[in-house]
């Protein structure tokens, strides 16, 4: 992996390198007739190897982003900036981010209506018990709404081992019908909408968890809150 990501490093500054030498031999033809400055040669240099960089980064997986299908949205719909979260419950990477990044991207950018979140399934294998928990919410937002899902989200993530007795305890507490919650979680068919988003995230190259995209742009695994910004930032300029 270290061998990759040295050759990913050189690979991105040959390149810089590449654009900016023909940049500069492009801008040069027209200097000395009236034509580009030595400042606006720099300037274009520059933001040819950020744009080239930005894309590396964050590269575009789907045109308009990822389909939304059905699922739970938190915030604005009509917000210019979709974040779309592919997640499994049993995952403490998933944990770490709904805990520690989520809350400031809902202050700056949910909550004042410059993005919305949707979140859909991609339980792994090897968690048993992912997609028991997916279900779960998915059923206590089929007799409530959206706030309610992500409501029983955030139980999911903040307490503890995930269990049956522990999804009827949350649906006990947000003044669920037990009864109905009991029949929806034991209802087979509704892993089918898990599945569903497991195979979409298969499609826009989320390979693990968690897995976003964001306006069309990739982002794999738990990043700091300055990722997430400065990729909202960039999206909101254009």
Same mark, same amino acid.
């Given at each position: 992996m270290k061998k990759d990501n040295n050759s990913l490093v050189v690979a991105i500054v040959f390149a810089s390198i590449v654009i900016s030498g023909s %940049?500069?031999?492009?801008?040069?033809?027209?200097?000395?007739?009236?034509?580009?400055?030595?400042?606006? /040669?720099?300037?274009?240099?520059q933001d040819g190897i950020e744009e080239y960089q930005y894309n590396e980064a964050f590269p575009l997986v789907a045109v308009g982003g990822a389909d939304e299908d059905d699922d739970a949205v938190m915030g604005d719909p009509n917000a210019p900036i979709t974040i779309v979260e592919f997640s499994d419950y049993e995952c403490p990477y998933c944990a770490r981010f709904t805990t520690q990044t989520l809350p400031r991207? /809902?202050?700056k950018y949910i909550d004042t209506g410059k993005a919305k979140l949707v979140y859909r399934?991609?339980?792994l294998s090897f968690h048993p018990n992912a997609v028991g928990a997916a279900v779960a919410a998915e059923c206590a937002r089929e007799q409530s709404d959206d706030a309610t899902y992500f409501e029983?989200?955030?139980? %999911?993530?903040?307490g503890g081992a995930l269990s049956t007795e522990r999804y009827v305890q949350y649906a006990?507490? %947000?003044?669920?019908?037990?009864?109905?919650? =009991?029949?929806?979680? =034991?209802?087979?068919?509704?892993?089918?909408e898990v599945q569903n988003d497991f195979e979409d995230g298969q499609r826009y190259q989320i390979t693990g968890t968690p897995g976003f995209v964001i306006n069309g742009r990739l982002i794999s695994g738990a990043r700091d809150y300055a990722v997430f910004e400065y990729l909202i930032e960039k999206e909101l300029e254009n």
């Open positions: %940049l500069v031999f492009f801008a040069t033809q027209f200097e000395g007739a009236g034509g580009i400055s030595e400042s606006d /040669i720099e300037k274009r240099v991207i /809902i202050e399934d991609f339980p029983f989200h955030d139980k %999911l993530y903040e006990r507490e %947000l003044d669920l019908d037990l009864s109905e919650f =009991n029949s929806c979680i =034991n209802d087979e068919s509704k892993a089918d």
